[in-house]
């Protein structure tokens, strides 16, 4: 079964649902991942992404790679950078002059592979992919709700627009979160509950053996209260400072690109900045926390989150101390859950007073296998085998 992901982020990005997703379905057939259009004009912190983007494409063009490259040619996806894109994502003639160019581009990739009549999975609500879809009648869709569009782009109608046009022409629509799915499920009967999931093999392997701390945290004394995502305007960093005001022996290590005010670093001493690392890293860092965190602010975008750290934590085997979060109370027999300071304070002290015994890891690992990326393409290929037998049940009769 061959696929064309059309991802949110970039290959490159912080490796998240649309990489996992791609990666595992390399395993089951061939996977064109092409890079997200944008949903909104360029801006000017936008140029040197953009810039870097066209050095890459031109680079290709010279080396005759048809503006696409292999991750990995003997096991990972196809990347595809789309060359031509309006950057008007408002303007329907533009988007409609962009959906054309682009298809056909991405049609003489697909025609040197050979790809016939492949699944595409869309996790942009783009309006060029509305009009892309006008030039692929037959195809079977599924639409990948994992975020609530409406409140990240709220002035851009368009987007709003085709996101509802994307939802109702999908075959299968897919959703991370149960509010996710009950709005879905409104506009299209054909919809399923799919939250993220965890690499489990990548964050169990330092389960049963010690491994050397990374340099930058190895100095940074126990106990360690960590976590491992975005800093961004979902996380509560006032919560963190006053935790940490509250317990100067406790050592808060936060790991991740950091969007908020730089002047927050160094306020609160015990609080450490440790920046962005690279994926494959990341399982050593989080070996040398003590408790783990998903600090949260309560709103209407986190709400709807299926949070990818959490069955990453459980996989590593480590207590987790979570915002109460819609997604993580079925887990509240091993994640604690607690609202405000105090709350999680206590919360993390009853954690660190608590032996962790093997048989406490090993339940915290079972929720994390199945909760795996494997068993969440399994579902959607499933879904799409019944899918398929329904219509050729139909042809036939």
Not at 65 to 88: D, I, R, W
Not at 362 to 371: I, K, M, S, T, Y
Request: glycine fraction near 4%.
């Amino acid at each position: 079964m061959d696929f064309i992901y059309f991802s949110s982020v970039e290959w490159t990005y912080n490796w998240q649902r649309p990489q996992q997703l791609s990666s595992i379905l390399c395993q089951r057939g061939r996977v064109i991942f092409v890079e997200p259009f944008g949903l909104r004009a360029p801006a000017i912190k936008d140029m040197p992404r953009l810039l870097q983007r066209l050095l890459l494409k031109t680079r290709r063009a010279f080396a005759s790679e048809n503006y696409y490259s292999s991750t990995n040619k003997s096991s990972g996806p196809v990347v595809y950078t789309p060359m031509v894109y309006l950057p008007f994502p408002s303007s329907s003639h533009a988007a409609r002059l962009s959906a054309v160019l682009f298809v056909k581009s991405l049609t003489r990739i697909m025609r040197e592979m050979n790809m016939v009549k492949p699944v595409i999975w869309i996790g942009t609500p783009s309006p060029v992919l509305v009009h892309c879809l006008d030039q692929w009648n037959d195809a079977l869709v599924i639409y990948d709700c994992y975020d609530e569009i409406a409140l990240f782009h709220n002035k851009q109608h368009a987007i709003i627009k085709a996101e509802k046009t994307l939802v109702a022409r999908a075959d299968i629509v897919l959703a991370t979160a149960q509010r996710l799915y009950d709005r879905m499920r409104d506009l299209n009967p054909r919809t399923y509950l799919l939250p993220n999931g965890a690499d489990v093999s990548h964050f169990a392997r330092n389960l049963d053996q010690l491994v050397s701390p990374p340099a930058d945290i190895e100095s940074v004394p126990h106990p360690v209260i960590g976590y491992v995502g975005g800093i961004a305007d979902w996380f509560d960093l006032d919560l963190i400072e006053a935790i940490a005001r509250c317990r100067p022996k406790w050592s808060f290590v936060l790991i991740g690109q950091n969007d908020m005010s730089l002047k927050r670093q160094g306020v609160v001493e015990n609080i450490h900045f440790l920046g962005q690392k690279k994926y494959q890293h990341l399982p050593d860092y989080i070996a040398c926390f003590d408790v783990c965190l998903i600090p949260f602010k309560i709103n209407a975008i986190t709400e709807s989150v299926s949070p990818i750290k959490l069955y990453e934590y459980l996989a590593t085997g480590k207590p987790v101390v979570s915002s109460d979060l819609p997604e993580v109370r079925q887990y509240a027999d091993l994640v604690a859950i607690a609202e405000g300071p105090r709350d999680f304070e206590l919360a993390i002290e009853r954690l660190l007073a608590t032996p962790q015994s093997r048989a406490v890891q090993e339940a915290r690992l079972r929720v994390a296998q199945a909760n795996s990326w494997e068993r969440r393409v399994d579902d959607v290929t499933m879904w799409i085998d019944q899918l398929r037998g329904v219509n050729r049940e139909r042809t036939v009769l």
